[in-house]
Structure formats: C-alpha cells, structure tokens
C-alpha cells in the first residue's frame, strides 16, 4: 500500500465476529488505520495492520449512533495480537520492537 | 431455514449422558446437572503433582471429611456458569442505579463527620475481610474435590473479590473518589487494634491447610458472624441517626449472603448427616472458629457499638448457634 | 441534602484509577503467620520474583464490569443454543461426518476446559500479587465457563449420535485420550510458574489461536451454529487469557535475568507439547470437516510462522529464542495431518469415532493444498486401501500402538526430514528403557524423568491387565482383550467407532434427514429421497 518508512512491521491483529454489532467497529478500524487489511472468513472477520492498530471510541460512536464503551468489544472480540493497552478513548494493539 | 426434516418422528437415543442416566434414570436433565456431576477426573491419574507428591493431583484425601459420593453436596441454587454470570449481572445493574443515586446526591459525603469516620474506621476495612475471603475460598475451589464443590466455591470466590469491590466503593463515596479513605482503612486494617484480633484470624486460615475446616472457618462461621455484625447491627446503628443512605448499600451484602447461606447450609447439613466421624470433626471446627471469632470481633464490635455491642454480639451468637445446631455441627456449641 | 458546603464535586475516575483503587490495595503483607507458610508454593521452581506490584494488567476489569459482560455473552449464546435445540439445529450441519469430530471435542477437549480452570484456581490461591491472582481467578472461571456451554451445547448432538454420552467416563480411560488428559494434567501437576507459562503463554498465545480460529469458522461453514457460537463466544475470554499470556512472560522476564533460561526451557517444552496435542485439530480440520476453509499447513504459516514469528520478534529483546522444536513444525506441516488419519483409520476399531476414508474430491482438495506431499507420499496409500475395502478385505491394525512416554500419541510420525522413516527415539532410565515420538518430546523425558516415568500409558496398562471391568473373567473360553479393554474405556465396540459407512450414525442420519450421510459419495441408503432437492441445491449454492 503506502511506501513503508521503515523496515517492514510485524503484524497485529484483530478477529471479530461477523455481526451486525461489529459493523460499525470494522468501519473505525478501516478509517482510523489506513494499512489494515481486512480478511473475511465464515462469521469472523480478521484485521491484520503492520505494528500497530487502534479502535478509536468516538470513531466507534460516529459509526454506532450512540455512546460506546470500549469494553464492549470484548462481547464479539474473538481474538488479538500483539500487546494490549486500553483506555476511555483507545483501544491498541502494538508491537514494541516491530 | 430451508433445510426440510421430519423431525417430529425422531425420537432421541438417550434422554441423557450416560453418568446422569446413571444417577438420575433416562430422562432430560437439567443444565445444572449436566455442568456439574461427574466432570471432575476420578481416575488414571498420571502424574504426582510437585507441589504435593504425596496425593494426586485431584485427591479426597486433602480433607479429614470423607464422602461415600462427592456429589451429594449439590447447591440447591443450581447455579452454573451461565446462570450464575446473568443473575450477577441483574443484581450489579439494580445496585449501579443505587450506587448513581447516592453518588449524584452526594448521600454518603453529606453525613456528619463523625458519622463519615465510624464508616471508614468499621465498614471500609471489610474490603480486606473479604479480600481475605477471596482467599480462602479459592483454597477451597481450588483443593476440593468434585465439582458440586468448586464450581459454587468457584463462585463464591468471586463474589468475595465483587464485594470487596463495592465495599471499596462505599469508601469512595466518603471520600470524593480521592481513594483516602482506602488507604486509611489498610493501616487501620493491619495497624489498629480494633481490627487485630479479625486480621490475625483471617491469616490464620490462609494456613490451614484442610479446605473443608477452612470452609466452615470462613464461609460458615466467620461470615455468620462478620455480617449480621456490621450489615445489620452496625448498620441499623448508623440508620438509627443518619437516615438509610449506608444501609442501601449494605443491603445488596446481606441479600448475597442470605443467597450464599443455601448453598453453605446444604453443604454443612449433607456432610455431617453422611457419618458421625463427619458430624464429630464439623462440630469440632465450628465451636473452635466459632469461639476465636467471636473473641476476635469484640474490640471492633465494642469501640463501634459501645454499650450495645454485647447484646448485638450475644444476639448474632445466638442465631449461629441455632443455625449450626440446624446444620447438624453446633453439637460442641453451648 | 445538608452537605457541608465545602464539599468539592467528586472526582471522575477514569478506567485505570477506578481498577486501582477497587483492586491493587485489596492485599496487605501478612504479620501473625510467615509469608513462606500462607504462599507455599512459589518458591521451589526457582523463579526470581521482587515486586508482585510490578504487574500489569492489560484487560483491567472490575467484577462488576466482568459479570456484565459475561452475563451478556451468556444470554446471547443461550439464546442460539435454545433455539438450536428447538429447531433440531443437530440435523442442519453438512453430513454426519461433520459429528465424528464433534465426539473428539467433548470427549478430548472438554475436560482439558476443566483442567484449566482447576490449575487456574490454583494459582488464584498461590501467587501473593493482587493482579496475577485476579486475573488467574477471572480465567479459572472463564475456563468453566467453556467445559459449561461446551456440554451444554454438544449434549443436543450427544442425544442423537454415538460415542458422545460418556465423555467424563472416556477422558480419564480411552488410550487416546490420554493425549489431552496428561498434557493439562502434566501443567497442572508443575509449579506454578510453569503452569502458567504453559498454558497462558505457550498454549493460549502462540497455539490456540491457529487451533479455533479456522476450526470454529469451518463449523459455522458445515452449518453447526451452535458449536461456532461457544467457539467465538469462548475466543472472546481467549482474547483476555492471551493477553495474560504475554503480560505473564513479559513480567517474568524482567523481574530476575535469572528467569530468562527457566522462561526458554519452559516455552521449549510446551510449545511443542502443546503442537503435538493440536495435531489432532490438524486431521481435523483437513479431514473431518466436511466443507474446509483452510488446510492445517495453511493455518500453521498464518498464526504461527506469521503471528509467532511477530511475538518472537518482539521478545528477543529479553534474550528469549523462538522455540527450539519450531523447525521440526515447520517440517512437518505437510504430513501431520495426513500421517495422524492414516493411524486413527487403520485403529478405527479401537476409537470412538467413524472413519472413512477421503472421497476424490476431498483429495484432490488435498492435492492443491499439499502440493509437495499429498500425492507423493499419501495419494497413492488411500488409493491402494480403497481398493482393498473393495475387494472385501479392508486394511486394520489389529495390534495396539507403541505410545510415545510423553506425548502418548503412537510413535506415528516420522522423522522430519525423511517421511518415509519412523520418527522413534529411546532413554535408559533407571535401567528402564522408555519410548519417544520425536526429540522434542525426548528432550522433555530427559529433563525430568522422573515426572514422566509415571505417566499412566494405556497400552502398557492394557498388556498389565488393568483395563478390564470388575465383571470380566480373562480365563474365560472366548475371552476377547480388546473388546474389554474398549468396555473398560466408555467405548461401545463396533457402535461409537469403526467404518463410518454402515455405522448408526450414518444409517440414522438418512433415515431422520433423509440427505447423504457423507455429501462426497451419495446415499448409503434409501432413506435419502431425492439428492437434488431444493435444500441441498441452496446448500451448495452457499
């Protein structure tokens, strides 16, 4: 995609259930990391992003109408890589030394 | 759905697994039995654990209690995991709207200062009471054997780590969120000498090693004693000059363990009917934690109640005592 | 409201500071008994711990907020496995071979759940750090809650199908059982930083997302929603038990650089314990789901060389190696699967659950996604035992397998390099000669043999005469060992196990469907009415 500024990052990822309720949460995720790839599979999508991938909620909240918590993720997330680190506004997953 | 099938016509093979038809006879069963019975490993064991090479790794033999069938001691809530999850969940979500309302009026920062630092001196200190719970019961979910046994003990474990949770939140409601009064309420719990006598009993049982005794010590006695102590006596104390805005808090704890105490009572009561060895050894560990206990809450219940602390003491004795003599181990009791 | 006018406006916490405050002061350094008496078991792996408050937890949740969530995944999941029940949603999946590899999940897996939730609680009670032993005690009951909804859920197939009604009996007796049974069993009976390296770190992280990730996708794609909806419903507890898996590692590593080599060690041994007990999802999923979403060889490159090449990367900076035994993965990738069907089909008599062998479509399948392998070295063995099933004289193994002392699957594999050598490796051990798959699982006895000459191997144990039932005579006229032993084991010899075609299974499924009990060969029987009806043509549509 864009021309990588450094030497190729180690993936995260993201598996989310297929759903309605993770709709508006892959939408974010597409608009807030421009690298993310996104891979379909029966009832589970997959988002793999070179070093570093954030949810952002007011991203979530535009796409979902409504107010967010973060957390909510967790109801449909089916599977992550790479290290975790959650606040009110965030939800990242990174490599350190990608 | 376009798939086609005569389903009216298919009868089942079997109504059941096998180890429930075994127990129960060939007919549906219900999702408590189905997550409970039988799911602990019983044999072929292949290993000796490190960390106790004498047993293996599941072992009855970590109790003196003995049992002809482990699974007798089944929790008439028939609480498994999903059930267990949603009823907590139902119950959190009455008390989130509880917990709004007092915050949003500020109830519990608009009592008198005094009133404030009695909360914070014989309330917020519990947090370690039950954290020390959490502790102990994990021993027991962790030790015992079956899963009649674990899973609720499982849960009960839990529970002890969510009210310590909301016991802290009483202590953020006096303090503004600012988390003093957490921290004052640690030193009072290690440091002042209303709280030793408890604190010492609590460690006690994280080095008892029998579950079934640590069981009866915190679950049974202990708790019987902690919470119509403070929840109710104490409480209706604080209610009596200060309106209910504490007790609508404490209130969610009493409900817990008026729920907790079928659970603990059915276990109790089966264990000491199965042989007079069971009845001899329950007995003898609940008049010893019974006696410690009630010897270890007098300061607390003294600086706290003043002149009524005797009777309120001499009345949630009483009710123990009726209660283990029902259970079938007060016989030590006098 | 009389506050006291002086009152400032209560602080907002955010997410962090309210866990704080509502966790990390829950603890306090014991004074009446020893810190060594109360915490008895953490001291004698070596492990180097300094300050338990160093720990970090990622997922920081409260138990009110961990009740709510998970009481919502519940009622979402019971939703579907009622309606599933209502609906005989058993009846909906691709064919009834799709249900063999349901049998090896509630009889193999569904015990381990348990295992780990056990182990958990043990380290909820033993490790003295506030944060590691909540997080130990929320995945503790996580892992109950997957042996619950995992019953729960296949217990409506368990009604209609053989070989599923006596899971708890089998696990602790079926010889190939004791594959699961002693890899949870040898983490639970470690210390308890092993345990957790293990099954947090090496089994959680780096393994089971390659094991349920594409197996849970291929069951919603053969139509078992139900089994999909536990699937994902359970990943999304993984997601949190991973990332203990790395908190765990990460913490481990920089208490004490006396740590690191333990650490490696550790993710040495069950890294490939833990490839070894997945193996079995490998035939699985290229053999047992009847309509595929991805082969094993395909998985293993995307969750381990791709996502375990990205965590290896990211750890090196502690001094931690990939694990040793990755290599001989790699090898093997186009073999496993395909050698372990081999084995389970040549000892069908002896398991639980039908076998058959793949159609032509199915291996041409298998012939694009192994290119290298498939026709060269496996093709032509199926072929070849097509044409003896034909002939009337079906290719079995009447002798029971020599079973590796650590991994306990039958010494089947063959040596990395070479796939037409057995892989068989031996150790003297107090005068004792002991059997090994693989020198992964060699440097493992090695290690400790002491542990594993204690291993309860079924194949030894059946020769000893300890697999029999109290009312069995073995001096009886007509005595049959093996017919006894699988009594011994839960297993209904002839009904549970043995060819798929003719089983009860199969003959049931077209009699109740009336639609082919295996898609790829057409009725076995006249139950199945028209092959083109309308839903079979919307199924193949999909």
Sequence with gaps: MTAPEKKMLQPVFIALQANNDTMPIIEAIRQDNPNAVVHEYPAMVKIDCPGRLVIKRASVEEHLGRDFDLREIQINMISIAGNVDESEDEFTLEWRTA | ?334 | MAAEGNVKPAKKLSLKENYALLTRGLGWEPSYEKHEEIFRNISFEGIKIHDWEKWEDPFRLTMDAYWKYQGEKERKLYAIVDAFQQNNGQFNVTDARYVQALKIFINGITELEYDSHRGFNMLAREFPGVGPRIAAQMQSLDELRHATTQIHTISQYAKYFTGMNEFPYQFDRAWYLSIPKSFFEDAVTSGPFEFIVAISFAFEYVLTNLAFMPWMSGAAFNGDMATVSFGFSAQSDEARHMTLGIEVIKFLLEQDPANVPLVQKWIDKWFWRGYRLLSLLATMMDYMLPKRVMAWNEAWEIYYEQNGGALFADLARYGIKPPKRAPETIAEKGHVAHQMWSVFYANRDAVGFQMWLPSNEEMDWMSEKYPDTFDKYYRPRYEYWREMEKAGTPFKNTTLPQLCQVCQWPCLFTEPDDPTTLSLRETEYKGETFHMCSDGCKDIFDDTPEKFVHAWLPVHQIYQGNCFLPDVDPTAPGFNPMYEALRYMGIKPGVDGGDFKGSADATNWEKWTSRPANIHEGAYTDAVRDTSNPSDAARKAI
């Design chain 2, 1 to 334: 759905m376009t798939v086609e099938i005569r389903t009216k016509s298919v009868k089942p093979l079997s109504n059941s697994f096998g180890h429930l038809q075994r127990r129960f006879g060939d007919k549906p069963a219900s999702r408590y039995q189905e997550a409970t019975y039988d799911i602990q490993s019983s044999a072929n064991f292949h290993y000796k654990p490190l960390w106790d090479p004498e047993r293996e790794m599941f072992d009855v033999r970590r109790t003196a209690i003995t049992m002809k069938d482990w699974y007798a001691l089944k929790d008439p809530r028939q609480f498994y995991y999903g059930n267990y999850t949603t009823t907590r969940a139902k119950q959190q979500d009455a008390l989130d709207r509880t917990l709004d309302f007092v915050e949003k009026r500020d109830l519990l920062r608009a009592l008198p200062a005094d009133t404030r630092a009695l909360i914070e001196h014989a309330i917020v200190p519990l947090r370690h009471y039950e954290w020390g719970a959490n502790t102990n019961s994990a021993h027991v979910a962790a030790y015992a054997y079956g899963t009649a046994v674990t899973s609720p003990a499982m849960m009960n474990t839990m529970d002890r780590l969510g009210m310590a949770q909301h016991i802290s939140r009483i202590g953020l409601l006096i303090d503004g969120n600012s988390g003093e009064s957490l921290l004052a309420s640690k030193t009072t719990w290690t440091d002042h000498a209303d709280w030793q006598g408890l604190r010492r009993e609590v460690e006690r049982m994280f080095v008892t090693r029998d579950w079934f005794e640590v069981f009866i010590a915190q679950i049974l006695v202990a708790d019987a004693l902690v919470y119509p102590l403070f929840f109710q006596h104490l409480d209706s104390a604080i209610a009596a000059g200060n309106g209910s805005a504490l007790s609508s808090l404490t209130d969610y704890l009493m409900r817990w363990y008026e729920e907790t105490g079928k659970w603990v009572d059915a276990v109790i009561k089966t264990a000491a009917a199965e042989n007079p060895e069971n009845k001899a050894l329950l007995s003898g560990w609940t008049v010893t934690w019974r006696d410690r206990l009630v010897t270890a809450l007098a300061p607390i219940a003294q600086s706290t109640l003043g002149n009524q602390s005797e009777d309120a003491l001499a009345a949630v004795v009483a009710a123990f005592n009726t209660r283990a003599a029902r259970l079938g181990c007060g016989d030590a009791l006098k």
